[in-house]
């Protein structure tokens, strides 16, 4: 299994940004996915989910109604729509494979294989 993510990078507050996950070496349609980040000196917090299909999502309530989660199972790949951001919404943003068709639970113990990570920073 390899998860590899990207488009990152340094924007200014309220800009936009979309993130990709290309996953690789299992069958990415049976599975869900999420995204978390981790801020300088602060633990790995769950940003969003989504079902194997698509038709479920969940957010945290820190970026709901400014990120959207979205899926192409045609091409193995997850993203991450950021708009609105804000200064902290800075961190390394990672994606990670669920370990079943959905993920309620926002914990991590509950993905199984992760990305390398890709760093967004905001400035304000």
């Known amino acids: 299994v390899q998860l590899q993510a990207s488009g990152g990078g340094l924007v200014q507050a309220g800009d936009s940004l979309r993130l990709s996950c290309a996953a690789s070496g299992y069958t990415f349609r049976s599975y869900s996915m999420g995204w978390f980040r981790q801020a300088p000196g602060k633990e790995r917090e769950f940003v969003a989910a989504i079902s194997w299909g698509g038709g479920t999502t969940d957010y945290a309530e820190s970026v709901k109604g400014r990120f959207t989660i979205s899926r192409d199972n045609a091409k193995n790949t997850v993203y991450l729509q950021m708009n609105s951001l804000k200064p902290e919404d800075t961190g390394v943003y990672y994606c990670?494979?669920?370990?079943?068709?959905?993920?309620?639970?926002?914990?991590?113990?509950?993905?199984?294989?992760w990305g390398q990570g890709t760093q967004v920073t905001v400035s304000s």
């Open positions: 990670a494979k669920g370990r079943a068709t959905w993920i309620s639970s926002r914990t991590s113990y509950d993905f199984d294989y």
